[in-house]
C-alpha cells in the first residue's frame, strides 16, 4: 500500500515562491495520477493540479493561472508543487493524493490515498 508524506510548507511573505514536496512509498501495481489539492479553514478542499505518472500529462485548475507549476522526479519518488508570487489567499494546507488508474481529476472523491498535508502560511 502507498504512502505519501508531504513537505516544504512554511511561513512565507507575500510574492515569496515555495516548493511542497511529496513522496510517495511503497509499491502501486496500477498506473496512477499525483494530484494536489489545498484545503483553507471553512472552505473546502480545491484541486491545484495533477500528474500522470506514466505519461506526464498536467493538469492544472484555472486559478493557478501560471503561478505554479507541477512536477516529478521518477528516481526519488517525488512529485513536486513549485509556487510562486504567493499571496494571503494562497494561505492554507495543501495535500497530496494518489488517484488509481487515470489521469489527475478535480474530484477529490477519486482519490485513494491522501498525504498528511503541509501547512503554508503566507503574511502580508
Known amino acids: 500500500q502507498v504512502q505519501l508524506v508531504e513537505s516544504g510548507g512554511g511561513l512565507v511573505q507575500t510574492g515569496d515562491s515555495l516548493r511542497l514536496s511529496c513522496v510517495a512509498s511503497g509499491r502501486i501495481q496500477h498506473t496512477y495520477s499525483v494530484g494536489w489539492f489545498r484545503q483553507a479553514p471553512g472552505k473546502a478542499r480545491t484541486f491545484i493540479g495533477g500528474?500522470?505518472?506514466?505519461?506526464?500529462?498536467?493538469t492544472y485548475n484555472d486559478f493557478v493561472k501560471g503561478r505554479f507549476t507541477i512536477n516529478a522526479e521518477n528516481a526519488k519518488n517525488t512529485v513536486y508543487l513549485q509556487m510562486h508570487s504567493l499571496t494571503s489567499e494562497d494561505t492554507a494546507t495543501y495535500y497530496c493524493?494518489?488517484?488509481?488508474?487515470?489521469?489527475?481529476?478535480?474530484?477529490?472523491?477519486?482519490?485513494?490515498?491522501w498525504g498528511q498535508g503541509t501547512q503554508v502560511t503566507v503574511s502580508s
Open positions: 500528474i500522470h505518472r506514466s505519461g506526464g500529462r498536467l
Open positions: 493524493a494518489v488517484r488509481l488508474g487515470g489521469f489527475a481529476l478535480r474530484d477529490a472523491s477519486s482519490y485513494s490515498t
